[in-house]
């Protein structure tokens, strides 16, 4: 045994330091939960801040998809006019009538993938007139779209996934919401890498905002927090500026100015003062089978992805765990948003913004009326097209910073649901561990093999076959969901102690709406919509 030195031993801890910290199933210190809106100044220009927010997604897809479509500055403003208009229809329909959470729904990565492929379809190699060929592909991918609208819609207003989601468990839930946020660090600090200069100080000024002035000026309302994107992305946006007009990227290589100058956009110049997006404004859609199947894939990997970002924005907005049955509903109204896409022509399909999500856990404010609010400035600067460009010209950099603080706050949450789980389990260390792994490893070999070959793994005769296989591995989220919902539902789960390792006892009683008095506060319908569309 070993002996101490010449000084007294230390003093016993007391009790209570030795009790773990306690099992939440709603998170505290939550300003404000769904149903407790801030004041309206304040809600305004919190709605503002989630606008600015998930405007580096509708930019980003755009300029990335339409140059090889076809189309120039004209047709690349447009699109992003259609998709920030349809994701304000899409935010308000998924807020009043889907999950009720306060829940962005915007474009999505996972449909990039399938469209690609119809724009290297060979049928329209042929086209020379780039405008042509830039009509012909969006119409490809409305028809693509609206059949793959289907599926959600179908599974979620089923009740189809409301059956899968009751089988879900704090245990295999850890992944799938973690790797929803850390699964997408490729947008994170090599976006910043692309103009360091604009990007690093970002990150700097976010977290200084952030998390260390509310500790240093004490205030009785948080200000430097609450608004610390307001603040930073200004400062951030103001000095891009005057680099810009200082002549600091006059000489640089054309990829530079691109990424850090304010004016190379092309947004403002090609958009319109006022035009309102219409459905079928590009013309009839067309439709082919094999594309159409390829986008339902990217439809049903969505389906999964949004579900553990709809997890992590209960858990930020200070709500009880989600019932199956609002889940469904909720995935069935994100279906209607991507027959929406579909309709209006966007070139992109829709799911829940993982960076909103994350700016809940930043403000503390996981208010409907918020996110309600940003739904409407998305329809009105898509309305007023300058003005809208001009927001939307903010360097690509700028909004990589924001990312790599928003997405890790998803993948925390994620994390936090250890808490209702056993880690002395080794059940709980091989399930947690293989599946997160997995999720990093298998799509890492499919993106790997992709950049190098110019084609998936998966290389047949038939391209939509190639496609629904390298578009489902490649998803982190979806594979490290797949992986642990099956091993934790395989491995003797009916055992008594494996239904508490695995956290099952936790969220047992809100499987059914009813089960607990609180989903009548957070998820209820409005203007008593229950009656018809009850949730069981």
């Known amino acids: 045994m070993a002996r101490g030195g010449g000084g007294g031993a230390a003093p016993a801890p007391k009790q209570d330091e030795l009790q773990p910290h306690p099992v939440k199933d709603q998170l505290p210190n939550v300003s404000y939960c769904i149903t407790s809106p801030p004041p309206w100044p304040e809600a305004i220009l919190l709605g503002f801040q989630h606008f600015l927010v998930m405007l580096g997604t509708t930019v980003i897809i755009p300029t990335a998809l339409v140059p090889q479509m076809g189309g120039g500055n004209d047709e690349k403003a447009r699109v992003v006019q259609t998709l920030l208009f349809v994701a304000g229809i899409n935010t308000l329909f998924?807020?009043?009538?889907?999950?009720?959470?306060?829940?962005?729904?915007?474009?999505?990565?996972?449909?990039?993938?399938?469209?690609v492929s119809i724009v290297l379809a060979g049928r329209y190699s042929d086209i020379v007139d780039p405008h042509e060929k830039f009509l012909r592909v969006m119409r490809g991918t409305q028809g693509a779209l609206i059949v793959a609208s289907t599926l959600q819609i179908i599974v979620g207003f089923s009740g189809l996934w409301r059956n899968v989601a009751r089988f879900l468990t704090p245990l295999a839930a850890v992944p799938l919401v973690a790797l929803a946020g850390f699964g997408l660090y490729e947008l994170g600090f090599p976006g910043v890498a692309k103009c360091i200069e604009i990007g690093f100080p970002q990150i700097i000024l976010l977290v200084v905002f952030s998390q260390y002035i509310p500790h240093v000026i004490h205030s009785e309302k948080p200000v430097s927090d609450r608004f610390a994107v307001i603040f930073s992305v200004t400062i951030v946006w103001l000095y891009a500026y005057l680099l810009t007009v200082g002549g600091a990227y006059r000489h640089s290589p054309l990829k530079t100015q691109l990424h850090c100058r304010t004016d190379r956009s092309g947004l403002v110049g090609g958009a319109p003062w006022i035009r309102v997006p219409y459905p079928f404004q590009w013309g009839a859609p067309t439709f082919d089978a094999g594309e159409a199947f390829a986008m339902m894939a990217a439809s049903f990997v969505s389906l999964v992805e949004s579900t553990g970002t709809f997890i992590a924005i209960t858990r930020y907005a200070s709500a009880t765990p989600l019932p199956p049955s609002v889940l469904s509903r909720g995935i069935g109204w994100q279906g209607i948003g991507i027959l929406l896409d579909g309709l209006f022509?966007?070139?992109?399909?829709s799911s829940v913004s993982v960076e909103n999500a994350g700016l809940l856990a930043l403000t503390r404010v996981g208010s409907r009326r918020v996110v309600q609010i940003s739904a409407l400035f998305m329809i009105f600067f898509s309305i007023l097209g300058k003005f809208g460009a001009i927001f939307a010209s903010i360097p690509a950099p700028i909004f990589a910073a924001l990312y790599c603080l928003f997405f890790a706050y998803v993948g925390a949450a994620g994390l936090s649901f250890l808490?209702?789980?056993?880690?002395?389990?080794?059940?709980t260390k091989f399930i947690l561990g293989f599946s997160v792994f997995m999720g990093l490893s298998i799509p890492q070999y499919f993106n790997e093999y992709t950049s190098v070959a110019?084609?998936?793994?998966?290389?047949?005769?038939?391209?939509?076959?190639n496609d629904i296989i390298n578009v489902t591995f490649s998803s982190k989220p979806f594979v490290a969901g797949l992986v642990?919902?099956?091993?934790?539902?395989?491995?003797?789960?009916?055992?008594?102690?494996?239904?508490?390792?695995?956290?099952?006892?936790?969220?047992?009683?809100?499987?059914?709406?009813?089960?607990d008095q609180r989903s009548e506060e957070f998820y209820s319908l409005p203007f008593d919509l229950n009656r018809f569309f009850p949730s069981v």
């Open 419 to 427: 808490q209702f789980c056993n880690l002395n389990s080794f059940r």
């Open 94 to 115: 998924q807020t009043l009538f889907g999950t009720c959470l306060p829940a962005v729904i915007g474009g999505s990565y996972t449909f990039v993938a399938p469209t």
């Open 454 to 465: 110019g084609y998936g793994p998966v290389h047949t005769k038939a391209r939509w076959f």
């Open 345 to 349: 022509g966007t070139a992109n399909g």
């Open 484 to 515: 642990a919902f099956f091993l934790d539902n395989t491995l003797n789960r009916h055992d008594d102690a494996t239904k508490r390792d695995r956290g099952y006892h936790w969220w047992k009683r809100f499987q059914n709406f009813k089960g």
